[in-house]
């Protein structure tokens, strides 16, 4: 029952939508000899039974969606580390660097407390300006 569904719900990520053949063609890859007699209408059928009449529960399936996430992330890493050859992008590195810096500059500034007046003057709250009293 869970293979079945597992089956359903990666075809579904992986596509975007549910075509009943490709999962047929998954559910088979991974179950070469179980059920030899059922078909692709006959496993929609069972994916449907299953979740009408609440056969795994929604634990199991929130469990099944989870698997899928890190199976296509690991797949999606794996295909991104085959075509860049494993480099880094440099783009990242340089804003994660200018990220750490900003951050370490801005820690242990004493920011002052500068108003402008309206004639466009520059004061602290210590030199107030006699508009201000």
């Known amino acids: 029952m869970k293979e079945a569904l597992w089956c359903f719900k990666y ?7 549910e075509n009943y053949k490709e ?3 998954l559910w088979r ?3 070469p000899v179980t059920r030899m007699n059922i078909d692709a209408k006959a496993l929609l059928i069972q994916k449907n039974y299953i979740l009408k009449a609440q056969r ?4 199991e399936i929130d469990e099944i969606k989870e698997n899928i996430r890190l199976k296509i992330g690991d797949d999606t890493e794996n295909y991104t580390n085959r075509v860049n050859g494993d480099k880094m992008d440099t783009r ?9 810096e900003n951050e370490n500059a801005d820690f242990g500034k004493v920011e002052n407390n500068k108003h402008l007046s309206a004639e466009g003057e520059q ?3 210590k030199n107030t300006l006699k508009e201000d009293l």
Do not use: A, C, P
């Open 92 to 100: 990242i590195t340089e804003h994660q660097k200018r990220d750490q």
């Open 29 to 31: 890859e991974r179950n």
């Open 23 to 25: 999962v047929y063609k």
């Open 123 to 125: 004061h602290t709250v």
């Open 56 to 59: 795994i529960t929604t634990v």
């Open 11 to 17: 075809v579904k990520e992986n596509t975007l939508r």
